[in-house]
Each structure stands twice: as C-alpha cells, then as structure tokens.
C-alpha cells in the first residue's frame, strides 16, 4: 500500500470553492460533546460543561497544553491567562527553553497554577526543544530539512522518544515524504502502542496521499484512542466527509472539533462556513464566518471573508452575483 502513495497524489480532491487557494494546515493540535449531524444555525457552540478561567505562573516564554492542546506561552513574567477552561479534570504539560518538561494533573476549578520547573542537561531533551522550535518556525524546504535533521539527532541518542519520531513525521509529511513519514508514525507507535496524536498525523499522511479509506480509519482510530477527544481527528475526518459530499456529517464533525479546542481556534470556522457554502446554506456559513472574524478580526483570512459574507448575504436575498 505504501508504495502507491505516490502515483494516488495526483487523485486529490479540491477543498471549498471559496477557499480553494488556500493551504490550510491542522498543526496546532497536538489536541467529548457529540453534536447532531443537522444543525440549523451557528451560533455559540453548547459546552459540555461551565467554564472558567486559569493563570499559571511558571518560566519565561514557556509553552503551555492543556489535554495536549496548546494554548499559548507564558509572557516575560512567565504569567499566562487563559480563558475557557472547562470544569473537569485535565492534563497539563509546559515546556520552556533549557528546562526539563512537565505533565501534570490539573484538578478541578483551579484558578492559579505556580509550577516550578528544573533545568535540564539531558542532551536528548535540549536537541528535542531545538528540533521543535525549528519544526514550527520552518517556512521553506530547507529550514524543513535542517529540523529534520535535528530530530534525527534526538533519536540517535534517544530512540525511544515517540515525540520525537512524530514530529519527523510531521515535517516528512510537509515535505512530501509519505513514506518515511509512516514509518515514522510506525516507529513512534512502537514505543507508544495507544497514541492518538500518531493515529491522527497517520491520517493526515494518508489524505495528503489521497488514500480516504486509510485515513479515515487512521482519524477514527485517533478518536478512539482519545475517548472521543481528538479535535485534529475530528477535523481531518471531516475534510474526508467533504470530499465525499457527505457535508452534514462534515459539519458535526467540525462542530467537535470547535467545541473540543474550547471555541479558540478560528480557522476551523472559516471550514465549516465553507462546508455550509456547499449545502448552499448561506445564513449558517455567515455565522461560521462571523465567528472566525469574532475571534480572528485582523487574521490574513479576514479580508477574504468579509468580502465572502458580503456575497453570501447577496445571494441569500436572491441578487445575482457577478464574478
């Protein structure tokens, strides 16, 4: 199967017609509301639970997940608020530059978090901070490849850091190296057998790949290895539905994804407008749009938008549009 990934490229499917020049990139999730398939309009997306809010003090310019999604870094004071957390119980886990990382339980209603953390001298742990950071600043093929090889570095001395082998697979992905990619996946499965971030990267390499059925057993693997959780699946297994035309089952899954990522990451909105566009539900795809102004306003997609709400709204009222 794998050797086929590159003949089955040229078989991909184009996303919305609005955005059909867009390169859209579901990274930032290194991410249990079921919502029905038909919605009628988009509003505030119902939350499972009530939410609140959280500051953690910890080091300088530390980055900061929470369930393994990340939520921003800590400013020079090594303060950071966060809004929208959800009353349950999560895992936490910060990095920062020159210190050892840290996973901990985050218990319910917490207002303030204090986390002190050590320094660290592990070779394999200071590569792997290097080959990240390289990983989400690389914006040509070479700077790809010198991260590549950053965390090829951090294997050799530490083979068995699933982390690692799966952010080579990201890069390798983005680099158009299915296969190595895979194997990549492969190798960071072995040292971690139930993975849902591996699972939904796995579909992403399959659907770059144009191989649908693989990749949506990839993403629903992920969600299952989640409890459900897993908005990058979520997200991956709704681009497959829309490129079956099955666009109501794209807009659930879509709606978890927002729900799941506590309504902060707006390019998923600017997705299920487009998803809306193609059912030619117009008022729906205004309110999805509007929401990725609400909390996106002066986002490189914004202008696009605006000028796609301001059609939408005409061709709602029946005017003919004009190219």
Avoid: C
């Amino acid at each position: 199967m794998i050797h086929e990934i590159t003949r089955n490229r040229t078989s991909k499917k184009t996303i919305s017609r609005s955005f059909v020049w867009l390169a859209i990139s579901v990274s930032y999730f290194g991410l249990i509301l079921l919502i029905p398939a038909e919605t009628t309009a988009l509003q505030v997306p119902p939350k499972a639970a009530s939410q609140g809010s959280l500051t953690i003090t910890t080091e300088p310019n530390a980055i900061v997940w929470i369930d393994d999604i990340r939520r921003g870094s800590t400013d020079a004071s090594g303060r950071l608020a966060l809004t929208k957390i959800s009353s349950r119980r999560h895992t936490l886990r910060v990095r920062a530059p020159g210190f050892r990382e840290v996973t901990r339980p985050l218990l319910p209603g917490a207002k303030s978090l204090t986390l002190k953390l050590l320094k660290t001298t592990d070779q394999s742990e200071l590569l792997f901070q290097r080959a990240e950071e390289a990983r989400e600043n690389a914006r040509t093929d070479e700077d790809k490849g010198r991260a590549a090889e950053l965390y090829k570095q951090v294997i050799k001395l530490h083979p068995a850091l699933p982390a690692a082998h799966l952010g080579l697979a990201r890069l390798l992905m983005e680099m158009n190296q299915y296969q190595e990619a895979l194997a990549e996946v492969e190798a960071a499965r072995r040292y971690r057998p139930v993975y849902p971030e591996a699972s939904a990267v796995e579909g992403r390499i399959y659907r770059e790949a144009a191989f649908l059925d693989n990749a949506s057993k990839s993403f629903r693997r992920a969600i299952k290895e989640g409890g459900g959780f897993q908005p990058e699946a979520h997200v991956g297994l709704a681009r497959i539905l829309e490129d079956k035309g099955q666009y109501a089952e794209a807009v659930a899954e879509y709606q978890k994804a927002i729900d799941q990522l506590s309504d902060t990451e707006p390019i998923i909105y600017q997705l299920l407008g487009a998803a809306y566009e193609r059912m030619q539900k117009y008022k729906e795809a205004v309110a999805a749009y509007e929401n990725y102004l609400t909390l996106a306003p002066n986002g490189s997609l914004a202008p696009a938008i605006r000028s796609i709400i301001d059609q939408l709204r005409r061709q709602a009222a029946g005017e003919e549009i004009i190219p």
